[in-house]
């Protein structure tokens, strides 16, 4: 079946303009995460939803970070007056449930830099 | 911040050879898991191993966990090109709803033909 998709895969941005990522999961997948990966490190976590409700958004680095999952499967991540700083890879994974157990399954990232 | 730590932070071989990677965490944990990234690519789960577990393998992958020493290794034996990847270690955040993952910094493998 068809995995975690993102789009769009790459996305150039000037300084201050706004943008928005989007998250397709896999169909049925309860969960829902949006990870940052700056260049080099390791992804950091930024917002977790469970169907439509977002349960914890205690990554997000800034209030011009906001995400939404209006119906519970497709989720966007939209930054608003976009600063050099932003630039990264903007990972988003799903999993069936939310146990501690459950695999995550990660999309391929879009790529964001920001001019 | 991030909970993990692998070690070495790159890692060059030869086809063939054992490839050891290390993570070491801060708290205590439920699970490790370990995942690969592909240059330019989203990260791929390989193994997950609970804290009550102390060896797991699957296939040529053999993780350890000693909890004690809050410590887990990746093993990879005999290499090959396509494994050359970037290889992470995660624990789920405790204390949250969900099971959002923190990840190392990763160590970068490259396994030369």
Known sequence: GAGVSQSPRYKVAKRGQDVA???????????????????????EFLTYFQNEAQLDKSGLPSDRFFAERPEGSVSTLKIQRTQQEDSAVYLCASSVGQGLYNEQFFGPGTRLTVL | SQQGEEDPQALSIQEGENATMNCSYKTSINNLQWYRQNS???????????????????????????TSKKSSSLLITASRAADTASYFCATPIRGNAGNMLTFGGGTRLMVKP
């Open chain 1, 21 to 43: 990522l989007r998250c397709d999961p896999i169909s049925g997948h309860v969960s829902l995460f949006w990870y940052q990966q700056a260049l080099g490190q390791g992804p």
């Open chain 2, 40 to 66: 330019g690519r989203g990260l791929v789960h390989l193994i997950l191993i609970r804290s009550n577990e102390r060896e797991k393998h699957s296939g040529r992958l053999r993780v350890t966990l000693d």
